[in-house]
């Protein structure tokens, strides 16, 4: 799972009370013993977990469950304001090839996520994410 990750957040509803969804980009840096995860939108906003935690269904399938906060950028938060949240996401595949599951906020907030797009090394930045997955440009 370490690396990454690109996909879709299904929100139910937005300042609005609209159904939508938005790009979002998850980095997850994980190894023997440590997990942590850092998520990026356009809006603009990120979000880190606090903790994070793999685990074995009674189904016997693989969930990753996090808390996280975000934050928009300082001047930018308008109808962003901070929230806490919790995830829980379906580890689909060995290798790993998705992760799908569910999340909610402490706004109300609720909605599904689905990443299939994987690429091995991790960003800090919404840019170094979406890098990751442009298409490489032919130079003539």
């Not at 790009?23 to 603009?44: A, G, M, N, W």
């Not at 689905?114 to 930045?125: A, D, M, Q, V």
Request: with cysteine; glycine share 8%.
């Amino acid at each position: 799972m370490h690396g990454t990750w690109k996909g879709n957040l299904y929100y139910e509803s937005d300042k609005d009370g609209k159904k939508g969804n938005v790009d979002i980009y998850v980095c997850i840096h994980q190894t023997l013993t440590s997990i942590h995860i850092r998520s990026f939108f356009e809006k603009p906003s990120e979000s880190n977990s606090i903790t994070a935690k793999i685990t074995k269904s009674y189904q016997n399938k693989l969930q990753l469950y996090y808390l996280y906060k975000s934050e928009a950028p300082h001047g930018k938060r308008g109808d962003n304001r901070p929230h806490d949240g919790a995830v829980t996401l379906d580890i689909i595949g060995d290798p790993v090839r998705e992760l799908s599951g569910s999340y909610f906020t402490d706004r109300k907030g609720a909605g599904q996520l689905k990443l299939t797009r994987h690429n091995t090394k991790t960003s800090e930045t919404i840019e170094e994410a979406k890098q990751l997955f442009e298409p490489v440009k032919n130079e003539t």
